[in-house]
């Protein structure tokens, strides 16, 4: 969808590398200092949205494929070190692997049915198989229903550090979410990424170069769906719950949502983007239905007149690529 | 009583026509889907929005100014199609040219936002809409007993359907119409104003899903949500049967409706999950949908 010109010089590109690294130092310290000023429940639990939001943009902005069922792998894998963490009792770095793998094996079940359809087919075939999960967990009864899964034990990561101590459990989120960020930077900074992109903007063009163009995109959806997976397995741990919330076809649209703002194809935006929408649900969480309403109304005024997103029009007005 | 592999005539003729009825919404919405995808080339996300909109204008028509159903079925398209005439004059047009997930993304807001306004204003709960008099009661068939208003709602839909049919593949405008669908440039080099034309087009489209939510009214009730879930499945239902052919919309939707009907009587569990795993079928099968005519 949204085109990065990606020059083609080397000192341009080792500009742009600089860039990168300066803002990704800025992002680190400032979620590192974030707690000082704010509820690190609140931060945690952003941190979280936006490793959603960046696994789904790695499929959004990298491969152009818009994936309406991304809640399938954060609902199912926050069940997933649910499940694992409060019943088989293992501990939390376990849980989450386990929950991160279980998300890639949906993601390459659901990924090879739907990447046989393209553009707003994709959409709808993703959209309705996340709702067939959705039933699922309604169904199944290992996740109890309504009531989900609660008082999910946290654990000591590694035997050593104990997560039921929140400061602790902060660095730990933050940890994990600044190493998927940088493998997810590098996977689009790679030669894998550089055909990714190519399918993105002339798939046959790919294709007649001889790449397999449905194995690449087979790969990235079930990359996007581990990431998303781990997220919402950390998820699990940090609310001590999983839930239908996680599962519902909501879920996904806000993946969307958070990336359009923050900026579709730029590697910080969607962690722009969940941050603001994160906050705006927070602030709005007490008058009910209005969130839906604003939420909406971001989609539009986004699609409309804003489309290059915060971060996009950030790196627009700098011209550099963030 | 007539018992069918340890089934009641009644239960499954009864499941049966319950089937039919989700069957015959799911034509009367993917078969606006089909229309509106045809010439604006968007999957309109505020489908499922809209149909709730239809059902609750009956309600306010009733409850507000005292006009009965028969006339509602009229007025609720006609207000949503403006409605939908105005979201398009206003917002979609603006996409023109851009990629068509825009689109997608600009009527999903749309839908969070009349869904929104409604639950502020309604709740979750559902509001009650009485069965026209004329249409209360019944006939015992027999093997089943067919409630009057149930019988009119399939009747109906497929009179709906059928002359939708008939006025795209075999009429002069269905001629202009399919015309602009394959070349809007040419079409409009020939004196047609292809941009009202795209405009009415969306008008209907999300009319017939009015028309939808006032059938449904008096069946499932009035809430803001019914269309949310609904429309997921309908998606699936497109997906199956492949937006390109008009008529396999109508059977398509007919078809998964009944199916649907008969899950519930041998397999309930399966009843709200069958629709996708039929589309995972087709879709290993026959990528590009039962009727579908590219991939």
């Known amino acids: 969808m949204a085109a990065v010109a990606h020059s083609p010089s080397a000192a341009r590109d080792a500009s742009h590398r600089r860039d990168e690294m300066i803002a990704f130092a800025i992002m680190a310290i400032l979620l590192a200092i974030a707690p000082l000023f704010a509820y690190p429940v609140f931060l945690m639990q952003a941190i979280c949205f936006a490793l959603y939001a960046c696994a789904f943009n790695l ?91 609660q008082g999910v034990p ?54 007649s170069l001889g790449y397999k163009a449905d194995q690449y995109k087979l790969a990235a959806f079930v990359l996007s769906a581990a990431l998303a997976g781990l997220a919402g397995a950390t998820k699990a741990l940090v609310s001590q719950n999983a839930s239908l919330t996680d599962v519902h076809w909501s879920m996904s649209g806000e993946a969307v949502l958070m990336v359009l703002v923050g900026g579709l194809g730029t590697i910080f935006g969607p962690v722009v983007g969940a941050f603001v929408i994160i906050a ?43 | 009583m007539i018992q069918i592999l340890g089934i009641s005539s009644q239960a499954l003729f009864g499941q049966l026509l319950l089937g039919l009825i989700n069957g015959a919404f799911y034509a009367l919405l993917s078969l606006g889907l089909a229309v509106i995808f045809g010439m604006l080339n968007i999957v309109n996300f505020a489908h499922g929005a809209l149909y709730m909109v239809g059902a609750f204008c009956a309600y ?25 005439v105005i979201i398009e004059r206003t917002m979609l047009q603006r996409l023109a040219g851009l990629d068509h997930l825009y689109g997608l993304l600009l009527t999903f807001g749309v839908a969070l936002i009349v869904q929104g306004v409604f ?7 559902g509001l009650p809409y009485e069965i026209p008099d004329s249409l ?114 109508i059977l398509t939707g007919f078809l998964l409706g009944l199916i649907e009907g008969l899950t519930k009587v041998f397999y309930p569990e399966a009843s709200n999950t069958v629709v996708f795993v039929i589309m995972a079928i087709v879709l290993l099968i026959k990528p590009a949908g039962l009727f579908g005519r590219t991939a």
Not at chain 1, 171 to 194: E, K
Not at chain 1, 284 to 311: D, E, H, K, N, P
Request: aromatic residues 14%; positive net charge.
């Open chain 1, 59 to 149: 499929l959004l902005g990298y491969v152009g494929l818009l994936s309406f069922g991304h809640a399938m792998f954060m609902g199912s894998a926050s069940y997933f070190s649910a499940h694992i963490a409060k019943v088989w009792g293992w501990p939390p770095e376990l849980a989450i692997i386990a929950a991160t793998l279980g998300a890639a094996a949906i993601g390459v079940v659901t990924g090879a049915l739907s990447i046989r359809r393209q553009g707003i087919y994709f959409a709808m075939v993703t959209l309705a198989l996340s709702q067939m999960i959705y039933f699922f967990c309604l169904q199944a009864p290992f996740t109890h229903g309504e009531d989900g899964i």
């Open chain 1, 280 to 322: 705006m649900q927070n602030y709005l969480a007490s008058y009910g239905q209005l969130v839906t309403i604003m939420q909406g109304l971001i989609f539009v005024v986004c699609v409309l007149v804003f489309r290059r997103g915060i971060v996009g029009e950030i790196a627009h007005r700098f011209n550099k690529s963030l």
């Open chain 1, 154 to 207: 946290q654990g000591r990561m590694f035997g050593l550090f104990d997560l039921s101590h929140q400061m602790t459990l902060y660095f730990v989120v933050l940890g994990i979410f600044l190493l998927a960020f940088l493998f997810i930077h590098r996977i689009i900074n790679s030669p894998f990424g550089d055909v990714l992109k190519a399918i993105r903007e002339n798939e046959p063009r790919a294709i």
């Open chain 2, 60 to 84: 306010f028509l009733l409850n507000w100014f005292g006009i009965g159903y028969w006339p509602a079925l009229l007025i609720a398209p006609l207000v949503v199609g403006l409605f939908g």
């Open chain 2, 136 to 249: 209360k009661g019944g006939r015992n068939l027999g093997f089943m007993y067919l409630p009057n208003y149930r019988a009119w709602v399939v009747i109906f839909s497929l009179v709906v359907c059928l002359a939708t049919w008939y006025v795209i593949e075999k009429t002069k405008l269905g001629a202009y119409l399919r015309a602009a669908t394959e070349n809007p440039t040419i079409v409009r080099a020939f004196g047609v104003n292809v941009p009202l034309m795209i405009t009415l087009t969306y008008g209907f489209g999300v009319a017939l899903a009015a028309l939808a939510g006032v059938l449904a009214a008096p069946i499932n009730q009035v809430r803001p949500l019914m269309g949310a879930d609904f429309i997921i499945v309908v998606f699936a239902v497109v997906v199956i049967g492949g937006m390109g052919s008009i008529m396999g919309s």
């Open chain 2, 119 to 125: 639950q502020y204003q309604y709740g979750s709960s």
